[in-house]
């Protein structure tokens, strides 16, 4: 019963229609779809276009979108979608700051829920996944969406039951969320800062969605064109749930960081056109996994720790636990951010297409690199949507240091 009443309370107030929508397998209508000729390369996007409004500390962020979408056409319809992330965001910040409070803490039905990827959800991961998926749900302007914590990607257009329909669903819907709603979830009930991470795609609308119960690979593969690399974003942040609930975005013209500003209830710039510096001294790794490294990343973090490295800095550690919140610190502060690949861990820990991919796409827009020891991680196609990357990320000097040595390894 606690359990449902602070839900309610906080799920969007107001919001009485509200339902989770319901996973739904992919229809093929057209046998076009199935065809198996190449495409044809996308046209290059167009970088879109600021103005003074966009660099002035204390504007909103309402009204940040509205200036972004007035001067870049293209760009719309992405507005609404913000607002309901920003929406999702705050109800999220205030479920984990009360979490304590209300009973919302420990592992969901008591223990022994498990996700797909095999991890035990905390009662904190279903409820502001189901926070997320109902806030994008009534934009108007999402047609699927994949979640860490859904088992598959989740159809928000199409729906049996014509009682769901609601007016707002009559506009196109143009764009494909990933997210993450609660990264480092399995530290929340001690205090430590948590996240939400986000990514946008454009949708194809050709990809039909009924409602079924089996679903073929290629039926799935339509459904899912989630599978895009990072390269295709058009949109990716985070919220940052911590000493201040910090919203964080890009849009394909720099990295423009918000802060909640609790009094008035809106996100304000606090952060504009944020540059990560190029070299740093901090590294921010989980060094327990260090003997199990491939030999060209553990060496160069060895050069680092003895002030050996090219920049002949001696770094310090510092390690959260928290992508949001171990990124967050490295955009602002600079240095490198990674879980890479261990003898445990082949393919890395992070998810590529909800945390690796976004991350990355702030990263590179902010000046730094983001790279796997032997790939930018952006030009990674996933082949599922739960699929693991190694990743390293942070200042452009030191990122590459790890890059040369992963050449001079033939690696």
């Not at 964080?248 to 609790?262: A, K, P, R, S």
């Not at 003997?291 to 720790?305: C, G, I, L, S, Y």
């Not at 000046?367 to 020891?373: A, K, M, R, W």
Request: glycine share 10%.
């Amino acid at each position: 019963m606690l359990l449902r009443l602070a839900l309610s309370a906080l799920l969007l107030s107001g919001a009485s229609g509200f339902m989770v929508p319901r996973a739904f397998s992919a229809k093929l209508t057209s046998p076009a779809l199935y065809s198996t000729a190449t495409p044809a390369p996308p046209a290059p996007r167009k970088t879109p276009v600021f103005d003074e409004v966009c660099e002035t500390t204390g504007v909103t962020l309402t009204r940040f979108m509205i200036e972004v979408a007035m001067l870049n056409p293209e760009l719309s319809e992405l507005p609404s979608l913000f607002s309901g992330i920003e929406t999702a965001c705050k109800a999220i910040s205030n479920m984990v700051k009360r979490s304590q409070l209300t009973g919302l803490i420990g592992y969901a039905e008591g223990g022994g829920s498990i996700n797909v990827q095999g991890e035990e959800q905390k009662t904190l991961d279903i409820m502001t996944n189901d926070v997320l998926k109902r806030a994008l749900r009534f934009t108007g302007k999402l047609g699927v969406l994949a979640s860490e914590e859904e088992d598959t990607p989740v159809d928000v257009i199409d729906s049996s039951d014509s009682s769901e329909k609601d007016v707002m669903f009559d506009e196109t819907s143009k764009y494909t969320a990933v997210f993450d709603p609660l990264d480092g979830s399995s530290n929340v009930d001690a205090g430590i800062p948590t996240g939400t991470i986000f990514g946008i795609f454009e949708h194809d609308e050709e990809c039909v969605v009924e409602d079924n119960k089996d679903m073929t690979e290629a039926e799935m593969k339509c459904l899912t064109n989630t599978l895009k690399p990072g390269t295709d974003l058009i949109a990716s942040g985070y919220c940052l749930y911590s000493s201040s609930c910090f919203f964080v975005m890009t849009v394909g013209c720099g990295v423009y960081g918000f802060t909640l500003d609790e009094s008035i209830g809106e996100f304000v710039l606090t952060h504009p056109n944020i540059k990560i510096p190029e070299q740093s001294k901090i590294y921010s790794f989980n060094e327990a996994n260090m003997p199990q490294w491939d030999a060209p990343m553990r060496e160069t973090v060895e050069k680092w720790r003895l002030g050996e490295g090219k920049s002949g800095n001696r770094f310090s550690s510092r390690y959260i636990g928290s992508m949001v919140g171990d990124v967050h610190r490295t955009l602002l502060y600079g240095g490198v951010f990674g879980y890479p690949s261990d003898s445990k861990n082949k393919n890395g820990k992070l998810r590529l297409l909800y945390e690796g991919a976004p991350m990355s796409y702030l990263m590179e827009q902010a000046g730094g690199l983001s790279n796997t020891g032997t790939k930018r991680v952006m030009e990674i196609t996933p082949e599922e949507v739960h699929q693991r990357v190694p990743i390293v990320m942070g200042s452009k000097a030191d990122v590459q240091e790890v890059i040369d040595a992963y050449k001079a390894a033939g690696m």
